[in-house]
């Protein structure tokens, strides 16, 4: 049974920082790229960092470039988004999620507030 289990979100205020932890398990998690992704009520869900197989290339959306890191543990079956300076335009739902085309799979999500 595929399993991605998000944690580490919260409320933050505007400059802090945040560390959101995705585990994984059910498939064979170092032969998938993973990406966060983040959602807004009323919009759809986007793309804010990537990170290769195994070779651990990264990319990130404009808006968050040089404030976050995304980072990969093949043997611990885990990635990492590190979020700092943090803005309010940062809140939302933060999904994490496994690609390997034809085949993706999501967590539930992880609410991340970012209000003074």
């Known amino acids: 049974q595929v399993q991605l289990v998000e944690s580490g979100g919260g409320l933050v205020r505007p400059g802090e920082s945040l560390k959101l932890s995705c585990a994984a398990s059910?498939?064979?998690?170092?032969?998938?790229?993973m990406r966060w992704y983040r959602q807004v009520p009323g919009k759809e869900r986007e793309l804010v960092a990537r990170?290769?197989?195994?070779?651990?290339?990264?990319n990130y959306d404009d808006s968050v470039k040089g404030r976050f890191t995304i980072s990969r543990d093949n043997a611990k079956k885990t990635v990492l988004l590190e979020m700092t300076d943090l803005k309010p335009e940062d809140t939302g739902v933060y999904f994490c999620?496994?690609?390997?085309?034809?085949?993706?799979?999501w967590g539930q999500g992880t609410q991340v507030t970012v209000s003074s």
């Open positions: 999620s496994a690609y390997n085309y034809p085949n993706q799979f």
């Open positions: 059910g498939f064979i998690f170092s032969s998938y790229a």
């Open positions: 990170i290769t197989k195994t070779t651990g290339v990264t």
